[in-house]
Nanobody, 121 residues
Framework: QVQLVESGGGLVQPGGSLRLSCAAS????????MGWYRQAPGKERELVAT???????NYADSVKGRFTISRDNAKNTVYLQMNSLKPEDTAVYYC???????????????WGQGTQVTVSS
């Protein structure tokens, strides 16, 4: 059983900062690609930032220069530091990871339960 547990969301004023965390737990052999997506009301889920299978960070154009993704491989945890937040960043943020639970299995896509980020004065 694999779980992705997010934390760190909340209400913040425009221009403020938040840091999201996502920890993967359970039977994990390997993690390939781990990152963040978001979904605003009435919109489709979109990529925010992720580490590619090659280990490089990849950002949506809308967050470049404001958000930073980082990770602690020993803890199977990924972080998203969000600075200079804007009202349009308001969304539910979801952690995503492609995980292999044994050496003999395929990679499967897992999602966290989501954490609400609201940017408002």
């Amino acid at each position: 059983q694999v779980q992705l547990v997010e934390s760190g969301g909340g209400l913040v004023q425009p221009g403020g900062s938040l840091r999201l965390s996502c920890a993967a737990s359970g039977s994990i052999f390997s993690i390939n690609r781990m990152g963040w997506y978001r979904q605003a009301p009435g919109k489709e889920r979109e990529l925010v930032a992720t580490f590619t299978s090659g280990g490089s960070p990849n950002y949506a154009d809308s967050v470049k220069g404001r958000f930073t993704i980082s990770r602690d491989n020993a803890k199977n945890t990924v972080y998203l530091q969000m600075n200079s937040l804007k009202p349009e960043d308001t969304a539910v943020y979801y952690c995503n990871a492609r995980i292999q639970i044994t050496i003999a299995t395929m990679y499967y896509n897992y999602w966290g339960q989501g954490t609400q980020v609201t940017v408002s004065s």
